[in-house]
């Protein structure tokens, strides 16, 4: 009986999307790798323009709405309180939308900017150095969290707002697009959403999986091959399904708790044993620079390409739209998760709470994590750069860590807290992705669903773990991920349409003060009440 429950077209139509992608990659990877790479090239040297373009696009959205009369709406009843506490609502926010790769790009993402940086400089000249300190934050900075909290909108609105139990992201569109949300229009966004998800998620897992096998290998001695890495997303997938079977208030909770002070933890002992001025200065140096530079990074498309006398070296492409491409992905998942913790708090809060406090904890990383490296580099003590080109950036994120004083207990640390942070994500991910292809979700989603979806999200990286190549794992987020860009553009229209309706029908449209009551008017006017109101001599009320 509980079969019925599940949506069956989108159900089958997000799995056989993905095995029509995935199987080929397995039986034949060497074309496989050629025709992703092809694809690749296609769409982020056409349409990066639209991928920063929606980028800068959003963030302006979302600080018009959080200022606006919109913004002062209250999700849920007039005197409830915030459901969250500040703390635990932002610990649990960046736990959910921020995975492993923090970990593994705040330790070398500089490495790259350093050795191919931007706006045509110098490979490893001092200004290289400078950007290479503030391109990290930029990318997981406010315009990424922007990214993020759209999909809130709407879906949080109709949660607590309309008192809907909506779960899909087509449900969130009804407002626009109607009754074709019933058909097959509805279906096929629920489905890219699926496959754009999965895609993003098995970038995530790809990344971390070699950086846990190093620690572990770091740790144990066991040496890094395919093998021990499979079995190490498997001991992953694991923890998570387990995490994501005994649900929201208790796994992924209790994960998401250890997440961030384990987080804490670590970043607090690198900043105090580390060179702790150095790390300060240029933390607040790179904020400068991106604050300064703000627009240039969010426009810059490398126009001139090779015309001119100019080099092209491709940096837009393989960061900022591979960035906003990847936090695409993951948007409807995690809006769907801001939504679900927002209760009790107004749109403006919830805009600006993920904006600040997302931006605020990136920050932390690459500044604390990064510019430590960094630090190790520039001071000779290690250097991370010849490592990274002999040994590839797993085994170095690794030997990063293991430069910090008591190596082995902090490499302990490092990989446990990485098993943690792709659990809390990948957790969440099946949760969602298990209530996305059920009809309704009384209570929590069915538990084999939900353990369906756990082992899912494991099979395109495992599949692309023995493809291969960074390029291949990029694409899979990037290919995924385009039609969101326009399915974005509809959330945000479908929030600013429903609430703009509520309001103009509601007694206090005139004036918002703290929040907005959206009361239904008390009667309807009448043509005979513009008669009264045109003539001069009414009594006033
Ligand atoms: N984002 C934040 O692995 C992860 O950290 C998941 C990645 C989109 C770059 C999210």
Not at 221 to 249: E, R, Y
Not at 501 to 514: G, K, L, M
Request: charged share 15%; proline share 5%; hydrophobic share 50%.
């Amino acid at each position: 009986m509980k079969q019925k429950l599940i949506d069956w077209p989108t159900f089958i139509g997000s799995f056989l999307l993905l095995m029509a992608v995935v199987l080929p990659l397995i039986l034949f990877p060497e074309a496989g790798r050629e025709y992703v790479g092809i694809a690749n090239t296609f769409m982020t040297s056409n349409f990066g323009v639209l991928y920063l373009a929606m980028g800068l696009l959003v963030f302006f959205f979302l600080i018009y709405v959080a200022f606006s009369k919109n913004g002062h709406i209250k999700l849920g009843e007039e005197q409830e309180e915030p459901e969250f506490n500040t703390f635990s609502w932002a610990a649990m926010l960046f736990a959910a939308g921020i995975g492993s790769s923090i970990l593994y790009w705040s330790v070398i993402e500089w490495v790259y900017y350093y050795q191919g940086p931007p706006f045509g400089l110098e490979p490893e000249s001092t200004d290289a150095i400078a950007w290479a300190t503030a391109y990290g934050m930029f990318h997981w900075g406010p315009i990424a969290w922007a990214i993020y909290t759209v999909p809130a909108l709407p879906i949080a609105y109709f949660f607590y707002v309309r008192k809907r139990n909506v779960l899909k992201i087509s449900e969130a569109i009804r407002p626009v697009l109607g009754k074709w949300v019933d058909g097959p229009v509805g279906k096929i966004i629920d489905i890219l959403f699926i496959f754009g998800l999965l895609g993003g998620a098995g970038t995530t897992l790809a990344l971390g999986t070699p950086m846990i096998a190093e620690g572990v290998s770091y740790l144990t001695g066991i040496p890094v091959t395919l093998g021990m890495q499979a079995i190490i997303m498997l001991i992953c997938t694991v923890i998570f399904a387990i995490s994501s079977a005994s649900g929201l208030k208790k796994g992924i909770k209790v994960l998401s708790d250890l997440n961030i002070w384990l987080a804490l933890f670590i970043l607090v002992v690198v900043l105090i044993f580390g060179p702790t001025r150095f790390i300060v200065e240029t933390t607040f140096n790179g904020i400068g620079l991106v604050l300064d530079n703000f627009f240039r990074m969010a426009t810059w498309v490398e126009p001139f390409g090779n015309l001119g006398g100019f080099t092209e070296t491709g940096f837009p492409e393989a960061w900022t739209v591979f960035y906003w491409a990847w936090w695409l992905v993951y948007a409807p998942f995690v809006g769907l998760f801001i939504a679900r913790i927002s209760r009790g708090r107004t749109i403006r809060s919830m805009i600006f709470g993920t904006m600040i406090y997302g931006t605020l904890g990136c920050m932390l990383f690459f500044g604390i994590f990064g510019n430590y490296g960094l630090h190790l580099q520039l001071s000779g003590q290690f250097d991370v750069i010849s490592f990274m080109n002999d040994n590839g950036p797993a085994a170095t994120i690794i030997a990063v860590v293991a430069q910090l004083p008591f190596a082995y207990l902090m490499v302990i640390v490092f990989t446990v807290l990485s098993i943690i942070f792709l659990a809390t994500t990948f957790d969440s991910s099946s949760y969602i992705l298990a209530s996305v292809v059920q009809k309704s979700v009384d209570g929590e989603p069915i538990l084999w669903n939900r353990l369906f979806w756990a082992f899912t999200l494991c099979i395109l990286p495992l599949s692309l773990l023995f493809l291969g190549g960074l390029d291949t794992l990029q694409t899979a987020s990037i290919v995924g991920g385009f039609p969101l860009i326009f399915i974005m553009f509809l959330l945000a229209w479908s929030f600013m349409r429903a609430s703009n309706r509520d309001i103009e029908a509601s007694d206090d449209y005139e004036s918002p003060t703290i929040y907005l009551k959206l009361r239904p008017k008390k009667k309807k006017r009448t043509p005979l009440d513009a008669l009264k109101d045109s003539n001069p001599n009414r009594p006033k009320e």
